[in-house]
């Protein structure tokens, strides 16, 4: 399993135990009653338009059908995409390249530990100037840009 996939999974178990969809569903409920009845006077005011009070009904009647089964749903995608994403590694033989990338860096701090953090200090000042040199580069660029439209005047009024 990746490391994202559990991460999110912890975070559906957790608000799973909480019980917190149903007082989401609730505040849904209310919100999309809200807003049906929003869009019947605004149906209303725009002359009783039959069509747009057809559509926002049937946006309630949808959001009316998914609330209850919103959590259900939301794990169904979800289980859906971590299977799709299971057939990928499992087709390339790769794996997760996250927990290899730190398995990578531990290793690599196991061998080098602190001097690798003292090859960063020595090559600070090159790269700084670096850093000045790129920044230089990137103003002329910036200059050239911005100096465009002010040429591009001139050449209009020279050749009126």
Same mark, same amino acid.
């Given at each position: 399993?990746?490391?994202?996939?559990?991460?999110?999974?912890?975070?559906?178990?957790?608000?799973?135990? %909480?019980?917190?969809?149903? +007082? !989401?569903?609730?505040?849904? #409920?209310?919100? &999309?009653?809200?807003?049906?009845?929003?869009?019947?006077?605004?149906?209303?005011?725009?002359?009783?338009?039959?069509?747009?009070?057809?559509? &926002?009904?049937?946006?309630?009647?949808?959001?009316?059908?998914?609330?209850?089964?919103?959590?259900? !749903?939301?794990?169904?995608?979800?289980?859906?995409f971590n299977s799709v994403?299971? &057939?990928?590694?499992?087709?390339?033989?790769?794996?997760?390249?996250?927990?290899?990338?730190? /398995? @990578?860096?531990?290793?690599?701090? @196991?061998?080098?530990?602190?001097?690798?953090?003292? /090859?960063?200090?020595?090559?600070?000042?090159?790269?700084?100037?670096?850093?000045?040199?790129?920044?230089? +580069?990137?103003?002329?660029?910036?200059?050239?840009?911005?100096?465009?439209?002010?040429?591009? #005047? !001139?050449? %209009? +009024?020279?050749?009126?």
């Amino acid at each position: 399993m990746f490391y994202f996939q559990q991460l999110l999974q912890t975070a559906l178990n957790g608000i799973d135990t %909480a019980k917190r969809y149903g +007082r !989401c569903a609730r505040c849904r #409920r209310d919100d &999309s009653s809200l807003e049906f009845l929003y869009s019947a006077y605004q149906a209303f005011a725009s002359g009783g338009d039959v069509r747009m009070l057809a559509i &926002s009904g049937i946006k309630y009647l949808i959001l009316g059908l998914y609330s209850p089964t919103m959590a259900r !749903c939301f794990a169904t995608s979800n289980g859906m995409f971590n299977s799709v994403a299971n &057939s990928f590694t499992n087709s390339t033989g790769v794996g997760d390249l996250f927990a290899n990338w730190m /398995n @990578q860096l531990a290793q690599y701090w @196991q061998a080098n530990g602190n001097t690798s953090l003292w /090859n960063l200090v020595t090559g600070l000042a090159s790269g700084v100037i670096s850093l000045i040199l790129i920044l230089t +580069r990137l103003s002329y660029f910036l200059f050239a840009i911005s100096s465009l439209p002010s040429s591009m #005047r !001139c050449m %209009a +009024r020279c050749s009126t």
